[in-house]
């Protein structure tokens, strides 16, 4: 059995359990001109227990802030506020590089309570 995959090394499952993965949906999505890479900031509801946190995404190639609104997401929680321009990012919001390198958020496949976490 190979010790990595695509390139990684193995983690053991206590890690992967330490990462917050949670499902919030995007209440608001506007441009970012002071990212240094085109982005929009994103406004993401994790529900009661949660709230509101602050993101920037880098998801300008596939998506207009228009069509984000209303959208889940999964995003990790529990990596420390990242200053990004003027703002304080609060969470990373998931996606993929498709074959052209542009980034496709993670979803989920159908509705989730807000602030479900990912096990």
């Not at 390139?7 to 890690?15: F, M, V």
């Not at 970012?32 to 993101?55: C, H, M, N, T, W």
Request: glycine share 10%.
């Amino acid at each position: 059995m190979s010790s990595s995959v695509g390139g990684t090394g193995l983690i053991a499952w206590s890690d992967f359990e330490k990462v917050e993965f949670r499902v919030g949906r995007i209440i608001a999505a506007s441009e970012f001109p002071e990212a240094r890479k085109p982005a929009y900031l994103l406004q993401v509801d994790f529900g009661p227990a949660i709230g509101v946190r602050k993101s920037s995404a880098q998801v300008t190639a596939l998506y207009r802030p228009e069509q984000l609104v209303g959208r889940l997401v999964v995003a990790v929680l529990n990596f420390p506020p990242k200053q990004i321009g003027p703002v304080m990012s609060e969470c990373l919001v998931t996606g993929f590089h498709d074959a052209e390198g542009r980034v496709a958020l993670c979803v989920p496949d159908g509705e989730v309570p807000l602030g479900t976490r990912l096990l």
